[in-house]
């Protein structure tokens, strides 16, 4: 197919074409371009949505979700008629009818080291939508491996940070990174919450990124990274150096394939499948019988406190999982304990804590409070 442009895109482009930075060139350079972005949430619905806009010819999405309505608070990509489609179908209606020009394709799976080549092999540059470090690594390892530029984003309640990683020209994810820190440090949106706009902003600065580098552009955020706070409305440079250990692109590199990076990172790939990783559950409709039979348990809420003003079990004492460490103390070994939050993830986490400490009769309430809302008592609210 012609590269060229038709009349039709002439208008829908004009306003790049004024540009002397882009132009009828740039322009039909974009539309020679590909780009893959993993994940279709809330970073990837702005980079998806301006880069198809742009006119980059083929974009690609990765995500192995559907729809939810809790997603659309952020995750601008999606409709209220797309809830239960798959994410990446959902937005690739989306994208197509943004701009009918240029090809979606959608990956409706989980990235992994064994399908990532079959996948992003043909894509210019790698755009991370992700929520996870099981596929930050791996995007990272790969492109280094690959000599593909990252465009690495993250954001965490009101806080987020951009930064393009090209181990040919400057650092890595690794070079800051060599190692994970432990999952429990790492909550994820569903746990900790964010700010709807805040995905936002941060997308829209990784479209920025992805558009110079196919263009040639101005200057990439390689060696660099912006940090933003929305609730001080600031933004932070830090400039990166090359880390001449780094196992990936230092200058004696262990790295040459890719590994099993669920095991690497030491969390379950699927968050929506933690329940699974632990056998110290205890479901809602066992824990209610409990309850009405008047036996000795103590309930623990590791949510935020205003999480509990939605919804709480009576007699249920909050200890924070960020408090949970600090507050051992304060919690009786000698009865039997049941930790809960809103899905179940932090509760698991806060079970793995609390037998570290030494307490063995703990158990974490399967799907949270939200679980105990559908089994056990319609008149609660969830959330």
């Not at 990784?206 to 600031?234: H, S, Y």
């Amino acid at each position: 197919m012609s590269q060229n442009l038709s009349q039709d895109e002439l208008f829908r482009y004009s306003r790049h074409l004024m540009l002397p930075e882009v132009g009828l060139a740039g322009q039909e350079k974009l539309k020679r371009s590909s780009a893959l972005i993993v994940g279709t949430g809330g970073l990837g619905s702005p980079i998806s949505l301006y880069l198809a806009a742009a006119g980059v010819g083929r974009l690609g999405l990765v995500d192995y979700d559907k729809v939810e309505i809790s997603n659309l608070q952020r995750q601008i990509v999606h409709t209220t008629s797309t809830l239960g489609v798959t994410k990446v179908e959902s937005a690739k209606k989306h994208l197509s009818d943004l701009n009918p020009t240029i090809e979606v394709i959608p990956f409706n799976t989980a990235l992994t080291s064994s399908n990532i080549d079959e996948i992003a092999n043909s894509y210019d540059v790698i755009v991370d939508g992700t929520d996870n470090l099981t596929t930050r690594y791996l995007l990272n390892d790969y492109a280094g491996l690959h000599g593909k530029p990252y465009v690495y984003g993250s954001i965490f309640r009101f806080e987020g940070q951009v930064s393009v990683f090209d181990a040919n020209k400057g650092a890595c994810y690794r070079c800051l990174f060599p190692e994970p820190p432990p999952p429990e440090l790492l909550p994820s949106c569903s746990d900790a919450g964010v700010m709807g706009v805040l995905p936002g902003i941060v997308g829209c600065m990784e479209a920025n990124e992805t558009i110079k580098l196919l263009l040639g552009i101005g200057e990439p955020l390689i060696n660099r990274m912006v940090l933003f706070d929305a609730l001080e409305m600031q933004f932070t440079e830090i400039h990166l150096k090359k880390n001449s250990s780094c196992p990936l692109c230092g200058e004696h590199p262990v790295i040459h394939d890719l590994v099993d990076y669920e095991q690497f990172c030491g969390a379950p790939y699927r968050r929506t499948n933690r329940q699974e990783s632990f056998s110290d559950c205890i479901s809602p409709k066992e824990l209610s019988i409990i309850l009405n039979e008047k036996k000795d348990v103590l309930l623990i809420d590791v949510r935020n406190p205003v999480e509990s003003q939605v919804s709480s079990l009576p007699g249920a004492i909050v200890i924070p999982l960020e408090m949970l460490s600090s507050r051992m103390q304060d919690i009786p070994h000698d009865q039997p304990i049941v930790v809960f939050c809103r899905t179940g993830g932090r509760s698991q986490t806060a079970v793995g804590l609390m037998r570290q400490a030494g307490f063995t009769n703990v158990r974490s309430l399967q799907g949270g409070i939200n679980a105990w809302v559908c089994q056990v008592d319609l008149s609660m609210r969830q959330y």
